[in-house]
C-alpha cells in the first residue's frame, strides 16, 4: 500500500501564491509518474501537471506559465508552486502518484482564491 499525504491548501486572494506538496510512504520500489489534478464540482476531474520519474513535464494549457511542478525522488515528494492565482484556480487538488502498475490517488485539499 501506499499512503499519500497532501499539504499548502488554503485560503489566498487573487494573483497571490501557494505550494502544494503530496509525500508518499509505504510500500514504494519506484514512483513512475507523479501528478496533480483538480476538480470543480458538478465537474470532471483534470489534469493540471505531471512529472516523470525523470523530471519531463506536462501542464494544462491553462496554467502554463504559471504553475510550475517538481519532485524530490529521494524524499517521494512532488510539489506544486503556483502563482498568480485567479479565481478560476478555485478547487479541490489531488495528488496522483503511480506505482506501476497501480495508481494511488491523496485525499485533496481545498484551494480558495477569493479576495
Not at 501542464?59 to 510550475?68: N, P, Q
Amino acid at each position: 500500500q501506499v499512503q499519500l499525504v497532501e499539504s499548502g491548501g488554503g485560503l489566498v486572494q487573487p494573483g497571490g501564491s501557494l505550494r502544494l506538496s503530496c509525500a508518499a510512504s509505504g510500500s514504494i520500489f519506484s514512483i513512475s509518474n507523479m501528478g496533480w489534478f483538480r476538480q470543480v464540482p458538478g465537474n470532471q476531474r483534470e489534469l493540471v501537471a505531471d512529472i516523470s520519474r525523470s523530471g519531463t513535464t506536462n501542464y494544462a494549457d491553462s496554467v502554463k506559465g504559471r504553475f510550475t511542478i517538481s519532485r524530490d525522488n529521494a524524499k517521494d515528494t512532488v510539489y506544486l508552486q503556483r502563482i498568480s492565482l485567479t479565481p478560476e484556480d478555485t478547487a479541490v487538488y489531488y495528488c496522483r502518484v503511480i506505482v506501476s502498475p497501480r495508481i494511488y490517488w491523496g485525499q485533496g485539499t481545498q484551494v480558495t482564491v477569493s479576495s
